[in-house]
């Protein structure tokens, strides 16, 4: 996840506000090469989280309980800070799709976790044959 900040040496220390990308405009969302890099930045975004998420859920299976409103405001959190760092750095931009495909990915990965953990307790109460 702190792919975002990197390099580190890009930090300068001042704002780049005008770089910021709110949402796609209507002339990008017509260009087939935005789109593609669009939808590329929204995969990648998406499995960067997705391990968090995973992660989170699979502390239940050592009794820790999670909720899935704490994991979303634990990405949100973690991912606006890597974006509000990213205004400050040359070479980088920030994005608030970038945010969201970041705890949409965290939130896959927590339904991909509360699976595995469901089968791995059906296996466990389930005695062997």
């Keep these: 996840m702190l792919v975002g900040i990197l390099p580190l040496h ?3 220390g001042h704002a ?5 990308r709110w949402v796609p405009t209507p002339d990008q969302l017509s260009s087939p ?6 939808g590329i930045d929204a995969v990648a975004n998406i ?3 997705l391990p968090f998420g ?5 502390r239940g299976l050592g009794g ?3 909720s899935p409103g704490h994991l ?3 990405a949100f959190a973690l991912s606006f800070s890597i974006e509000y760092y990213q205004v400050y750095c040359h070479n980088r931009s920030t994005s608030l799709l970038d945010l969201l495909d970041n705890v ?3 939130y896959i990965g927590m339904k991909a976790g509360e699976a595995y953990v469901r089968r791995y307790m059906a296996r466990v109460v389930e005695p062997a044959a």
């Excluded at 995973?54 to 699979?58: A, E, Q, V």
């Design 10 to 12: 890009n930090f300068v």
């Design 72 to 74: 979303v405001l634990m």
């Design 16 to 20: 780049h506000w005008q770089y910021i």
């Design 104 to 106: 949409l990915g965290a």
């Design 54 to 58: 995973l992660l989170y859920t699979l």
């Design 33 to 38: 090469a935005i789109l593609l890099d669009l």
């Design 64 to 66: 820790k309980s999670f």
């Design 47 to 49: 499995l960067l989280f």
